[in-house]
């Protein structure tokens, strides 16, 4: 069964940066797409940011510019560098396959943007 651990997430004023981390266990993680999404309170989840097996990246424009996603598939880790930050990224984050498709979601990160 598919394990996923994230972390990084922390309190940061406007225009500061963090990286967040997901380590994946139970699964090759060379062989899928995978995505950062975030939900905000009262809000649905959304997938803000995805990169292919091969690294092909992808970000929702909310966050292009701003947000780099990497993977190290030797360390079965997919990684977020969120500079920039705004207050509207205040959400939980979390990593999963991209499309999701069922299973298990990890618990997630607290980001919270404030002055």
């Known amino acids: 069964q598919v394990q996923l651990v994230e972390s990084g997430g922390g309190l940061v004023q406007p225009g500061g940066s963090l990286r967040l981390s997901c380590v994946v266990s139970g699964s090759a993680l060379r062989l899928f797409t995978m995505g950062w999404y975030r939900q905000a309170p009262g809000t649905e989840r959304e997938l803000v940011a995805r990169?292919?097996?091969?690294?092909?990246?992808n970000y929702v424009d909310a966050v292009k510019g701003r947000f780099t996603i990497s993977r190290d598939n030797a360390k079965n880790t997919v990684s977020l560098q969120m500079n920039s930050l705004i207050p509207r990224d205040t959400a939980v984050y979390y990593c999963?396959?991209?499309?999701?498709?069922?299973?298990?979601w990890g618990q997630g990160t607290q980001v919270t943007v404030s002055s």
């Open positions: 990169i292919t097996s091969d690294g092909i990246t």
């Open positions: 999963n396959k991209v499309p999701y498709a069922g299973g298990t």
